[in-house]
């Protein structure tokens, strides 16, 4: 089984190494970047989409993971969270749409109230996974779920 990069205590789960290659690259700064097109100044025209990481857990550990999740990582998006979320959907109607991901969304244990709570405020429901876990007993039901 593949591990996790942190499970393996990797240089790279840490923030700071991956800061580190990223600023000793040759790939041109942001700004510097944006000054050289014909989108400067980027300037935003709203916000309709909302993603949302619910956690690192996941039934799979993926080497081309960007978020290093894993069966072995526990870090999760607390309820607490998720209602500041609805908040934020509560005081912005032009976002539309909440893109849920991971690790695997539906392996946190409030992702159903949290599916819920998006769907009683009629906006669009995305929900990124991998659909080996489906074919396990405890997941089953979410295609219906996510139906209804």
Do not use: Y
């Not at 700064?29 to 050289?36: R, Y």
């Not at 709203?46 to 956690?55: K, S, W, Y």
């Amino acid at each position: 089984m593949t591990q996790s990069l942190r499970m393996v205590d990797s240089s790279l789960a840490h923030a700071s190494e991956q800061l580190r290659i990223i600023e000793s690259s040759a790939v041109p700064a942001f700004d510097d970047a944006l000054a050289g097109s014909d989108l400067h100044p980027l300037t935003s025209t709203g916000i309709d989409t909302l993603q949302v990481n619910l956690g690192k857990l996941c039934n799979q550990t993926c080497k081309h993971c960007h978020v290093d999740a894993g069966p072995d990582r526990r870090e999760i998006m607390t309820r607490q969270t998720m209602s500041e979320c609805l908040a934020a959907l509560d005081r912005d109607p032009g976002i539309t749409t909440v893109d849920l991901t991971g690790g695997a969304p539906e392996m946190n244990p409030d992702f159903r109230w949290f599916v819920a709570q998006i769907s009683a405020r009629e906006r669009r429901v995305i929900v990124r996974s991998n659909p080996t876990k489906l074919a396990t007993r405890k997941f089953s039901d979410t295609p219906e779920f996510l139906r209804d």
